[in-house]
């Protein structure tokens, strides 16, 4: 078996460690001094804007499409390793980079299944980093990991529809620059198929009836980088007919096949955050004395990193595996391998966090490393796309199919 990147892979992995190394982490420290000062801190910090500009200058935009179209053109198995490299600063790198979600997969929704017009309004100004969006699944009042649970509404007035519920956890709402909602609710609440009762609207953000009511933490911290994560209320929202994306009664189709490739991003980018983690460990461990010796050398804090190395290694072949067969037979025929990598990587990488953490003491919990909020990210991804056990009850059915 070969291992080895391609060509065009290596070519932009050496690209974007250059840009990681000369503005990114520079970036760190200076967007959380400017962040301070800002207005609102919900506004953008200035170092950002210009990552973003020099990420566009160099052409390290927009690499996750792979419709050559509109993005790079590049494979799940040739964007895996630049993702894993944005991992490792993730408040700054996926935005810079214009390869954040959830802009992300609203992007590949709107250019695989969105109207000439929609790709035109919202698309064209999503990949140009113009505008950000948010997508509106996840409800307070129903187990959302059941996404057939939803019961916003989405009612056809004439030549509008009527959308009326309340979300939360809504990832980029709280950001200023977010204008576009795509919104998951229920055209057809009484159908027979419960997989056919929902469908996907356009909500600009500045409809009469929409409102951002509250921005929701994750650990104690409301993620500004990533545009927070908001409570959003729809009260009689009309919008045009021609917002629906897709047909009606597509929108659970259309959920799957946003949620793959945004599984597999997710996986790829945590992988970048263990690998950042193991080098605070190593930094860490031959930088502080404890005991007479060097932590280097304590017996369990090898352990750690040894098995730190272990899993992390482990998990990039199972990535990197899946992104060949999304690649191959397509996200169906991968639905295994997506799910294990969905239930694995998370878990193993807060274990790795958790390890670096305690190896670094009350520095490990503070603002002045980013470990604290690497876990709270990683620990998160357990819960969204899916939580872990969701994705178990899935890979086990479809295992014991085999023996029944």
Known sequence: MDFAFDARTEELRARLLAFMDE???????????????????????????DLKAEAR????????????????????????????????????APTATNCAAPDTGNMEVLAQFGSEAQKKQWLEPLLAGEIRSAFAMTEPDVASSDATNITTHIERDGDEYVITGRKWYI????????????????????????RRQQSMVLVPRDTPGVTVTRAMQVFGYEDHYHGGHAEVVFDHARVPVSNLIGEEGGGFAIA??????????HCMRLIGMAERAIELMCRRAVS????????????????WIADARVAVEQLRLLVLKTAWLMDTVGNRGAHTEIQAIKIATPRAVVGILDRAIQLHGAGGVSQDFPLAELYAGARTLMLADGPDEVHQRSLARRELKKYL
């Open 256 to 265: 799957q096949a946003r949620l793959g490739p945004g599984r597999i991003h």
């Open 288 to 303: 502080r004395t404890a005991f007479g010796k060097a932590l280097a050398q304590q017996g369990v804090v090898q352990n």
């Open 57 to 92: 200058r160099q052409g390290l935009c927009n690499l996750f499409l792979p419709d050559a179209e509109y993005g790079a053109g590049l494979t799940n198995l040739q964007y895996a390793p630049l993702a894993e490299i944005t991992g490792r600063s993730p408040q700054l």
């Open 23 to 49: 503005y990114v982490y520079p970036a760190e420290q200076v967007a959380h001094e400017q962040r301070a000062r800002l207005a609102s801190p919900w506004d953008t910090p200035q170092v950002v804007e």
């Open 171 to 194: 990832s980029g709402a709280m950001n200023p620059d977010c204008q576009i909602f795509i919104v998951m609710g229920k055209t057809d609440p009484d159908g027979t198929d419960i």
